[in-house]
């Protein structure tokens, strides 16, 4: 389902947030899912793939499920990537809320970031010129703020 060009929701080859595990292992049969290690508001399992083909550029997912739901993935790729990956993106999501380009001190390099925007969801990519991944992360809801947050 597409709206003004860009798809109705975000998604990682047709795996979109709400989607259940069941639709992962269906998209990406290579996946281990599994509990989460610590206790966590924001999800209660997560799955894996460390072999993925995402527009067109190779990488790793994770995805984050609460109550059988996907709130949450993260894409993983090289950094020589991610402009690449930026513009599959901008033709998937639309236009992004924001991107920003920024000088670092010597030892960061090019900073690179879009994000877009939608209602209580959220994708945002960012690379780093010094380091070797690029990483999106897609999520709805508080899931950023809560994922990590000790209990």
């Known amino acids: 389902m597409y709206a003004a060009g860009a ?8 795996v979109a947030l709400g989607a259940s595990e ?8 290579a996946a281990h899912c599994a509990p989460l290690q ?30 059988d739901r996907v709130e949450a993935f993260d894409v993983r790729v090289d ?8 513009a599959f993106l901008k033709k998937r999501y639309g236009a992004p809320a924001d991107e920003t380009r920024a000088n670092l001190d010597a030892r960061g390099g090019a900073l690179y970031k879009v994000e877009w925007k939608k209602g209580e969801e959220r994708a945002v990519l960012t690379t780093q010129s010094q380091k070797n991944r690029a990483s999106l992360t897609v999520w709805r809801g508080d899931f950023e703020d809560e994922i990590y947050r000790v209990r």
Do not use: M
């Open 22 to 29: 069941k639709a992962v292992l269906k998209q990406f049969p």
């Open 79 to 86: 950094t020589k990537d991610a402009e690449r990956l930026a």
């Open 38 to 67: 610590w206790k966590s508001k924001a999800a209660e399992r997560r799955c894996d793939d460390s072999k993925i083909v995402f527009g067109g550029v190779p990488g790793r997912i994770t995805f984050y499920l609460k109550r």
């Open 7 to 14: 798809h109705a929701a975000y998604d990682a080859n047709e």
